[in-house]
């Protein structure tokens, strides 16, 4: 009896560790997800790759932190002015840098943003260095779910919330609203969207904004779970490579469910394997995945009527 | 001069980056209510004109370097697409360009980027009036649509922002003489019922002459003949080399040395 109870035990454990992994894994993922969304809107208007992607997402974090400590800011306050700054700062960067070089070679845009992004990092070493910081404790206690033994921190049920809700807003956004559809329609084809008159430099700023704000929130979220720390959350633009890739790079909602991929694939590895490894299994079943679906999973084929 | 004029294109010339010379002093004029159409073969110059009226030209690297381009009395040669088309002048691209990933209905809708935030259901309403065959389609990818669909969304997307001036370029390309005929009428419709004025670059002559009020001939960059569309159509050298009709409506194969009778104005 007793024994068949410690067996018994043994398994719930294992099956508790699999949950736990399995919430953190996605939760995770949606970040990732969402910061890959940014990227590949970045990508799907103007055919930028945008490698001081996470510059912009570590400023965000820096952003509320100082927002929070510094300047003592109630958390909601500071939460909705550093998703204002990020805004203004993806569109100064577009007026600023982008701008001039639109009708310029592609590679010189990119290797601009790979200049954005060790300027950013420099200026962020500057005035934080590189230590780590952590947030205070906001997340009230009750946001946290306690089931058997699993226990699910509050910070992953936010990380949770957040990353659906923006994804439905913009999801409702890109298919409903007018600036969404004009949005779309440079992305499919820029001087058709052109001779019809829409903005489309206004078009790049808007992509831009809503980028770094949404790499602005992931940053933040990020930061809670991991702690902030300029080198930390810089990488993480790099891990936004396989994600979009995994995803296709011009489908946002590839963007999501490679985030998910990468998350799991992850935080598996990193529990059942070694947390060594957690870095480099991503990008070994990226090399499946793109040998068997070379755009991505969700990556458009394109459309050819002969 | 200019009062009764909707467009007026005084003399321009066209320079593509900077060396390329494409226009070499080009001039027409379009009254409200016209069907002007723009003839000329391959390379003469047509879709440039147009490029020049509606600002496209820039995101390919040319200018007006000479001349200027008057609508309603103001100039806007030079001007960013953004103005123009706000002004009321709208390009219908040549070779239907849809926006493939986006529905037939959501490409309608970013026809009302020149007037965004108005109401825009009963435009929708008068598109699939004009074009019935778009109404049942509407929930599918544009780019999985026929050819003849693709082009009636192009004009219908065009329609949707209201333009004073619609410029259509070769809206008879590649499509079957059916659908050419069923696309002319509606052309002519779109003229008749909203009094929108019409400048048409074709190459199927016949078609553009038998709507056209006013016609214009381009070689080379140049215009070498304008008049009236009974004139053009009866003209000898139109005849011959865009209606495809012989000096004496038929000849043998013996005279037919199209390199000897040269096209007389260049």
């Known amino acids: 009896m007793t024994k068949k109870n410690r067996f018994n035990s043994s398994e719930r454990c294992k099956m508790d560790f699999f949950i736990q992994l399995?919430?953190?894994?996605?939760?995770?993922?949606?970040?990732?997800?969402?910061?890959?969304?940014?990227?590949?809107?970045?990508?799907?208007?103007?055919?930028?790759?945008?490698?001081?992607?996470?510059?912009?997402?570590?400023?965000?974090?820096?952003?509320?932190?100082?927002?929070?400590?510094?300047?003592?800011?109630?958390v909601w306050l500071g939460f909705l002015v550093t998703l204002a700054g990020t805004f203004v700062l993806g569109f100064v960067i577009e007026r600023i840098f982008l701008r001039p070089l639109i009708g310029e070679p592609l590679i010189q845009v990119i290797m601009l943003t790979v200049g954005l992004a060790a300027m950013f990092k420099g200026g962020m070493l500057l005035v934080w260095g590189g230590n780590l910081y952590t947030y205070p404790d906001f997340l009230p206690e009750g946001l946290g779910i306690s089931w058997g033994i699993v226990q699910v921190p509050p910070v992953y049920v936010a990380a949770v919330i957040i990353g659906s809700l923006f994804l439905l807003m913009f999801g409702l956004f890109f298919k409903f609203s007018s600036q969404g559809i004009y949005m779309r329609s440079v992305a499919d084809n820029q001087t058709a969207a052109l001779s019809l008159g829409v903005h489309v430099?206004?078009?790049?700023?808007?992509?831009?904004?809503?980028?770094?704000?949404?790499?602005?929130?992931?940053?933040?979220?990020?930061?809670?779970?991991?702690?902030?720390?300029?080198?930390?959350?810089?990488?993480?633009?790099?891990?936004?490579?396989?994600?979009?890739?995994?995803?296709?790079?011009?489908?946002?909602?590839?963007?999501?469910?490679?985030g998910l991929i990468i998350g799991l694939l992850e935080t598996f590895t990193g529990g059942y394997l070694s947390p060594s490894l957690r870095d480099v299994v991503p990008y070994i079943a990226l090399v499946f995945i793109l040998l068997v679906k070379p755009y991505g999973l969700f990556g458009l084929v394109e459309i050819e009527r002969v | 001069m200019s009062e009764n004029k909707l467009l007026v294109i005084n003399n321009i010339s066209v320079v593509y980056s900077d060396v390329i010379q494409v226009l070499k002093g080009v001039s027409l004029t379009v009254e409200p209510g016209q069907v002007v159409s723009l003839l000329g073969s391959n390379g003469?110059?047509?879709?440039?004109?147009?490029?020049?009226?509606?600002?496209?030209?820039?995101?390919?690297?040319?200018?007006?370097?000479?001349?200027?381009?008057?609508?309603?009395?103001?100039?806007?040669?030079?001007?960013?697409?953004?103005?123009?088309?706000?002004?009321?002048?709208?390009?219908?691209?040549?070779?239907?360009?849809?926006?493939?990933?986006?529905?037939?209905?959501?490409?309608?809708?970013?026809?009302?980027?020149?007037?965004?935030?108005?109401?825009?259901?009963?435009?929708?309403?008068?598109?699939?009036?004009?074009?019935?065959?778009?109404?049942?389609?509407?929930?599918?990818?544009a780019g999985y649509c026929s050819g003849g669909e693709m082009q009636m969304l192009v004009i219908g997307r065009a329609l949707m922002a209201h333009p004073k001036l619609l410029l259509l370029d070769e809206p008879s390309l590649g499509l079957a003489p059916l659908i050419v005929r069923e696309i002319f009428q509606i052309i002519e419709r779109i003229n008749r019922e909203d009094g929108t004025t019409i400048v048409l670059v074709e190459q199927n002559a016949n078609m553009a002459l038998q709507i056209a009020t006013y016609g214009y001939v381009m070689e080379n960059g140049k215009i070498v003949m304008e008049g009236r569309a009974e004139e053009l159509r009866e003209n000898p050298d139109v005849k011959e080399f865009y209606l495809g009709m012989g000096v004496a409506g038929t000849k043998s194969y013996r005279d037919v040395k199209a390199y000897k009778r040269r096209k007389r104005w260049l």
């Open chain 2, 44 to 141: 003469a110059g047509k879709t440039t004109t147009l490029k020049a009226i509606s600002g496209l030209l820039k995101p390919e690297n040319g200018e007006v370097t000479e001349g200027s381009v008057l609508f309603d009395g103001k100039p806007i040669h030079n001007h960013s697409p953004e103005t123009i088309t706000r002004a009321g002048i709208i390009q219908v691209l040549e070779g239907r360009q849809p926006f493939k990933y986006l529905t037939i209905e959501e490409n309608l809708r970013v026809g009302t980027a020149t007037r965004w935030g108005k109401p825009y259901k009963q435009d929708l309403e008068k598109v699939y009036h004009y074009f019935p065959a778009l109404t049942k389609r509407r929930r599918t990818l």
């Open chain 1, 22 to 74: 399995l919430i953190n894994g996605i939760s995770i993922g949606f970040l990732y997800g969402l910061s890959a969304m940014g990227f590949v809107m970045i990508f799907k208007s103007s055919s930028v790759l945008n490698f001081a992607h996470g510059e912009v997402l570590a400023f965000g974090a820096f952003l509320f932190l100082a927002l929070v400590t510094s300047a003592q800011l109630p």
């Open chain 1, 201 to 258: 430099r206004r078009v790049f700023a808007l992509s831009w904004a809503i980028a770094a704000l949404v790499a602005g929130i992931s940053g933040i979220v990020l930061g809670i779970i991991n702690g902030i720390n300029v080198h930390e959350l810089s990488s993480i633009g790099l891990k936004v490579f396989p994600v979009v890739i995994l995803g296709g790079l011009d489908s946002i909602g590839g963007a999501i469910i490679g």
